[in-house]
């Protein structure tokens, strides 16, 4: 089965420091990879995506993302954050479902960012 | 203009109640989800509909109990609420996963719902 992890749970930093959130997926197959951001008492907005070509990936909001095949990983970075980046960043795969029919979308748990004023 | 909409936003109900909740999206999508965040933030899979049809049904007890009347709708009904049931349901939609091409996941607000 697919499975996401995020190696972070909590990440605190001061507004203009760089920022790296780590991502891993486990799945033999092709995947697409996504990270969604979730201010606090709103719903999952997407910051950027990877479905093939380049693998590093720019996004909204200064974000971007590399996509390492042999690590598994889809790393998202931030060169210097701002406090109204603080929120809940989830790591995403979509793949085809084993039975060949349907997809399905795998969350990461979680990683909360505060930045500080 | 909203792309997935839901309702209830906000439910607060007593055990042992029956509740539903609606979701509609205007995108044209043939998939849509229901997904369920518990307090600390984790979000899973419960329901996955590919026109009209169930084609994910994670664990979950049978309390729960998703339908969808046509592509543009999936809604939720859950029997005799429990305390643990307290969460924020997520609706979300998408289209086909066809070949090599991508695509995206769009959620709805959510539905907070509290059961005391």
């Known amino acids: 089965a697919q499975s996401v992890s995020q190696h972070n749970h909590h990440v605190i930093l001061s507004e203009a420091a760089s920022l790296e959130l780590g991502c891993n997926y486990s799945y033999g197959g092709t995947v697409n990879l996504f990270w969604y951001v979730q201010y606090p008492g709103q719903h999952l907005q997407l910051l950027l995506k990877?479905?093939?070509?380049?693998?590093l990936v720019k996004g909204i909001k200064g974000f971007e993302a590399e996509f390492i095949k042999s690590k598994f990983s889809f790393n998202l970075r931030k060169p210097s954050v701002q406090w109204s980046d603080t929120a809940e960043y989830f790591c995403?795969?979509?793949?085809?479902?084993?039975?060949?029919?349907?997809?399905?979308?795998?969350f990461g748990p979680g990683t909360r960012l505060s930045v500080l004023p | 203009d909203t792309a997935v909409s839901q309702t209830p936003k906000y439910l607060v109900t007593q055990m042992g109640n029956d509740k539903s909740i609606k979701c509609e999206q205007n995108l044209g999508h043939d998939t849509m989800y229901w997904y369920k965040q518990d307090s600390k933030k984790f979000l899973k899979i419960m329901f996955s509909?590919?026109?009209?049809?169930?084609?994910i049904n994670e664990t979950v007890p049978n309390r729960f109990s998703p339908k969808s009347p046509d592509k543009a709708h999936l809604n939720l009904h859950i029997n005799s609420l429990e305390l643990g049931d307290s969460a924020v349901y997520f609706c979300?939609?998408?289209?086909?996963?066809?070949?090599?091409?991508?695509?995206?996941?769009?959620f709805g607000e959510g539905s907070w719902l509290t059961v005391v």
């Open positions: 990877y479905f093939s070509g380049d693998p």
């Open positions: 995403a795969v979509n793949a085809r479902l084993l039975n060949n029919y349907g997809q399905n979308f795998v």
């Open positions: 979300a939609s998408s289209i086909p996963l066809e070949g090599r091409s991508g695509n995206t996941i769009y």
């Open positions: 509909y590919n026109n009209k049809e169930l084609i």
